[in-house]
């Protein structure tokens, strides 16, 4: 027991020593502790995507004719399908010319009669006309046959216009282009009767091209303001357009209302159909920036971010939210371009501490 009891006593000032020896030494700073902490950064750029609002259309010919004919009839031939380039001039339908070919006939029968009827009239006043001065006919009789000879003169010349009637009803039958372009839509085929005045065939004159934009009720553009139209997928084929047409009133429907820009240089060589982006300048947004939702961090007084200075240490300023997108966030003023901001890692800083930024950044490396 002795033994034992000595044991510890000797052994307790020893442990007592070491452990005095333990805290005079001092402990290496651990790197993975005490450096400033790890952010990656985002700098403010103005997003030129920001100042304008884009909308979809499409290409139209600035004048569209729908056509048909001045004649009623069973279309008997089509000579174009839609797409097909057309000349002035070229048939585009034509209709059953049978019946159209028995009223010429019919009036040209009319014209003969009359031409006969005004021989005799014309025969019969002139001998009268030698009798009655000799007092051997009546008055009464030479002016009966004076008035015969102006009827049938008038029945000549109603003959004849009628038969003029019947000739342009008959060119009436074929259908023609009146202007150069494409044909854009059919609405009649072979086989269909029509009546005079249907149309039946669209085409889109040559000449320069149109934009045809549906706008929002909260976007009334001025008449003649110019705005930069794209073709979709070839944003670097660019057109001056000017607004011509914007409607007074919404689609029932939509609720849109339809806009037309003319499209000025070569646009003629655009296809009809292709679909084109307007750009639209928003007024008064100048100041806003769109930043990564990342750099949005709200301490309890609203949202902010940190700012890195030349010193790399973070001040926070106050910004408004005014939308949030997916990936990025879109802010009012208070931002200029150039400055740093905190983009991954905001939740761990504090006022006026020095951080360091991700490699690749510009800024000290891992």
């Known amino acids: 027991m002795f033994t034992h009891a000595r044991l510890r006593l000797t052994l307790t000032p020893i442990a007592f020593c070491a452990l005095l020896s333990a805290c005079g030494e001092h402990t290496a700073p651990d790197p993975r502790i005490d450096r400033p902490p790890l952010v990656s950064t985002a700098t403010v750029k103005a997003n030129p995507q920001l100042r304008e609002r884009r909308f979809t259309g499409v290409i139209a010919a600035r004048v569209e004719s ?3 004919f001045r004649v009623s009839g069973k279309i008997s031939q089509r000579m174009v399908d839609v797409g097909q380039q057309v000349k002035r001039g070229d048939p585009l339908m034509k209709l059953d010319i049978t019946d159209f ?3 010429v006939k019919d009036q040209e029968a009319a014209v003969a009669a009359a031409q006969a009827a005004v021989v005799k009239a014309d025969a019969d006043f002139g001998r009268l006309q030698g009798l009655v001065s000799i007092g051997a006919v009546s008055a009464k009789a030479f002016d009966e046959a004076q008035q015969s000879k102006n009827a049938a003169h008038a029945g000549l010349e109603a003959a004849k216009a009628k038969l003029d009637l019947s000739h342009n009803a008959y060119g009436y039958a074929i259908l023609r282009a009146d202007v150069d372009g494409v044909v854009v839509d059919r609405f009649a085929d072979t086989g ?5 005045g249907q149309p039946v065939v669209v085409v889109a004159q040559d000449g320069p091209r149109e934009a045809r934009i549906a706008l929002p009720e909260t976007v009334r553009p001025a008449l003649g303001s110019q705005v930069t139209a794209r073709l979709y997928g070839n944003e670097s084929q660019k057109f001056a357009a000017r607004l011509r047409e914007l409607s007074g009133s919404a689609d029932p429907v939509t609720r849109t209302f339809a806009a037309r820009y003319v499209l000025d240089g070569n646009s003629r060589a655009i296809p009809l159909g292709s679909t084109v982006v307007i750009s639209l300048e928003k007024p008064g947004i100048s100041d806003e920036r769109e930043l990564p939702l990342g750099a949005i961090y709200d301490r ?9 200075g030349d010193d790399k240490k973070v001040h926070y300023k106050a910004v408004n939210v005014i939308r949030v997108n997916e990936e990025t966030a879109v802010v009012g003023s208070g931002l200029t371009d150039g400055q740093t901001l905190v983009a991954l890692g905001a939740h761990q800083l504090h006022e006026g501490e020095e951080v360091r930024v991700a490699e ?6 891992l």
């Open 101 to 103: 070919g028995l009223d």
């Open 360 to 365: 690749g950044q510009g800024h000290e490396k």
């Open 300 to 308: 309890g007084q609203g949202p902010g971010v940190w700012v890195v």
């Open 66 to 68: 729908s056509m048909g």
């Open 192 to 196: 269909q009767v029509v009546s005079a």
